[in-house]
T-cell receptor, first 115, second 114 residues
Framework: GAVVSQHPSWVICKSGTSVKIECRSLDFQATTMFWYRQFPKQSLMLMATSNEGSKATYEQGVEKDKFLINHASLTLSTLTVTSAHPEDSSFYIC???????????FGPGTRLLVL | DQQVKQNSPSLSVQEGRISILNCDYTNSMFDYFLWYKKYPAEGPTFLISISSIKDKNEDGRFTVFLNKSAKHLSLHIVPSQPGDSAVYFCAATTVGNYGQNFVFGPGTRLSVLP
């Protein structure tokens, strides 16, 4: 149980385009979902926390107008990288947590390459 | 200031021997700790967790030890297998405070040699 999926797994796009990444909890209802970014050989960096039905809380230094997060249902959260630039190229990972739980379950990640 | 530290960026262990991965934290408010394993280009996989009311939790080959007074925890893998080769992240959080997320350490790369 506690499976989290992400789609797509790979994105290659041109600079200036917007990219949408989906994160789904497949067998549980996720009251909270998290979005992380990982640069090569670095740890996971939290970008934002989203609770179902409310606005996401962004970490310091993360532009909320550039990284749009929507958590419209208990099983789906989306991250949209607007007007992506090469410096946004990274590995984006989501995680989900169900009500009353502490453990986060991670998705497989989405690798974004902006040319 | 790093609240969760993993001072060994890498560790090599012979197959069949014990792997010990260490983690230190500075925030005394943390009361729940987790270990994740991560392969390249994949999301982290949850391994084992421990609450601050315990000092040991065991699950198969994995045992986590917590020393609250030293603000130190360790993950023991016995016996180590080549498939255990991955990056291991220690994470800490505060139970029940849903506004607070995990704080991850920088990770330790474990290589289990056949």
């Amino acid at each position: 149980g506690a499976v989290v999926s992400q789609h797509p797994s790979w994105v290659i796009c041109k600079s200036g385009t917007s990219v949408k990444i989906e994160c789904r909890s497949l067998d549980f209802q996720a009251t909270t979902m998290f979005w992380y970014r990982q640069f090569p050989k670095q740890s996971l960096m939290l970008m934002a926390t989203s609770n179902e039905g409310s606005k996401a809380t962004y970490e310091q230094g993360v532009e909320k107008d550039k990284f749009l997060i929507n958590h419209a249902s208990l099983t789906l959260s989306t991250l949209t990288v607007t007007s992506a630039h090469p410096e946004d190229s990274s590995f984006y990972i989501c995680s989900a947590r169900f009500a009353g739980g502490e453990t986060q379950y991670f998705g497989p990640g989405t690798r974004l390459l902006v040319l | 200031d790093q609240q969760v530290k993993q001072n060994s960026p890498s560790l090599s262990v012979q197959e069949g021997r014990i792997s010990i991965l260490n983690c230190d934290y500075t925030n005394s408010m943390f009361d729940y700790f987790l270990w994740y394993k991560k392969y390249p280009a994949e999301g982290p996989t949850f391994l084992i967790s421990i609450s601050s009311i315990k000092d040991k939790n065991e699950d198969g080959r994995f045992t986590v030890f917590l020393n609250k007074s030293a603000k130190h925890l360790s993950l023991h893998i016995v016996p180590s297998q080549p498939g255990d080769s991955a990056v291991y992240f220690c994470a800490a959080t505060t139970v029940g405070n849903y506004g607070q997320n995990f704080v991850f350490g920088p990770g330790t790369r474990l290589s289990v040699l056949p």
